[in-house]
């Protein structure tokens, strides 16, 4: 006959407290992980580098972003992506911003907007942070990179949130038929987009 376990309600008060918690602890893991992949085309010859970063949520990585900006000078990237919500609608930019001013020194960086940006009702003012700090933000738009004799071109959207926020503010399919009507077929394109699930 097999026994049954049984648990005094105090037991079992514990024991969801802790399931709950380590659930919690999975769905909101910060800690900065790094995944690296390989992509190869016959618009590239030599090795070409590229750092994404992206949901950052202005979160606090060490004294002047260390753990954060360690991490990327060891891959030593050609140039940083930059893919949204790196702000949050819920904490302070201090954090995003000493990120950006940091990297934009080190490499050439290309910012998106994520869905927290425009959460925050206060874009216009993010976008402004974003360009003071150095870094080129894509909304719709295509730079040229040259990197060892290689050219690439670098498009960016804004989250398809964005849609109604601003005067200029322009559908994600308006961006996307910008940035396809600006890339050069010759040069390896890169797409930049906080949610590039929304469409193939």
Known sequence: MKKKLK????????????????????????????????????????????????????????KEQGELIKAIDKEAPDAVLLGGDIFDDKVSYRESEETLRILSRKYKCYYVTGNHEFWSEDIENILNIVRSCGVTVLRGDVDTLEIRG???????VDDPDGYGYGADAKSILQQLDSVSKQCDAAHYSILLSHRPEYFE
């Open 7 to 62: 648990f005094d309600n105090s037991k079992k008060a514990w024991m969801v407290r802790f399931l709950i918690f380590l659930i919690l602890l999975y769905v909101c893991d910060i800690r900065l992980r790094t995944v690296r992949y390989t992509f190869e085309s016959p618009k590239v010859d030599a090795p070409v580098k590229v750092a994404l970063l992206t949901d950052l949520h202005g979160s606090w990585y060490g």
């Open 150 to 156: 290689q050219y690439m071109d670098i498009c960016g």
